[in-house]
């Protein structure tokens, strides 16, 4: 009895040495399947790395030689003056000129107030008048001039056409005048902007206060303020 059952076990035994040797037979054909895919993958994907790597090498040439020529295409051409076509646009348009000398003469009264105080006849009130709107004019002018001829901004020879410009306005005005009038001229000028203080500072601050300035507390305390700067103070 005892036999048959170990003749049972050892071909069980066998059996299963077997199965397992299928297994392993099909588990190592199977892995050097997936081996073999696996290198035939790899050997792809390093010839899709070569390729993506000539097709990077020939983008960067082109955009190297694209960058190049751009560069020295751009050194070869004149610098564009963005400012001088806008100024150019803006000084064509209908009316512009006659905006400009209202504006003008609108900064002159700011400045100097009425000009009737310095006692000109009518004709001499206009000729000066226009020579006032020449001066404040003259910057802007030589700024514009400047950059018409390409000069660089801010630098020596544009600082000094601005300068001369605007000497030669304050000079038109001198010669008209004379040393006199152009010293009432300065003295009005002063007297506007001390009046301006006036009101602005210490007037709103009394308004602010519930105790405004009169008209007459006003242009005293303007007078007084112009005699003080005369002095020195």
């Known amino acids: 009895m005892r036999r048959p059952a170990f003749v049972l076990i050892v071909i069980t035994l066998l059996a299963g040495i077997g199965w397992l040797a299928i297994k392993l037979n099909r588990s190592s054909a199977e892995f050097r399947h997936a081996a073999a895919e696996f290198r035939q993958i790899q050997s792809h994907s390093v010839a899709e790395n070569a390729g993506l790597r000539r097709e990077v090498a020939t983008?960067?040439?082109?955009?190297?030689?694209?960058?190049?020529?751009?560069?020295?295409?751009?050194?070869?051409a004149p610098p564009a003056n963005t400012s001088v076509d806008i100024t150019e646009y803006i000084e064509a348009q209908p009316g512009y000129a006659a905006y400009r000398k209202r504006s003008l003469q609108d900064q002159i009264f700011l400045r100097y107030g009425d000009l009737k105080s310095l006692n000109l006849e009518p004709e001499k009130l206009q000729q000066l008048q226009q020579l006032l709107v020449d001066q404040l004019a003259a910057p802007g002018d030589a700024m514009a001039a400047a950059q018409k001829?390409?000069?660089?901004?801010?630098?020596?020879?544009?600082?000094?056409?601005?300068?001369?410009?605007?000497?030669?306005?304050g000079a038109a005005i001198l010669n008209f005048l004379g040393k006199a009038g152009y010293a009432a001229l300065q003295a009005r000028q002063q007297h506007i902007q001390l009046l301006a203080t006036v009101q602005n500072d210490l007037g709103v601050?009394?308004?602010?206060?519930?105790?405004?300035?009169?008209?007459?507390?006003?242009?005293a305390m303007t007078d007084l303020m112009v005699q003080f700067r005369q002095r020195g103070y």
């Not at 390409?150 to 001369?164: C, H, R």
């Not at 601050?205 to 242009?219: E, I, Y």
């Open 205 to 219: 601050r009394l308004a602010l206060a519930g105790d405004p300035l009169t008209a007459d507390q006003t242009g």
């Open 149 to 169: 001829q390409g000069i660089p901004f801010a630098s020596s020879a544009y600082n000094e056409l601005i300068g001369v410009a605007t000497q030669q306005a």
């Open 59 to 76: 983008l960067r040439k082109e955009t190297t030689v694209a960058v190049k020529s751009a560069s020295q295409a751009e050194q070869a």
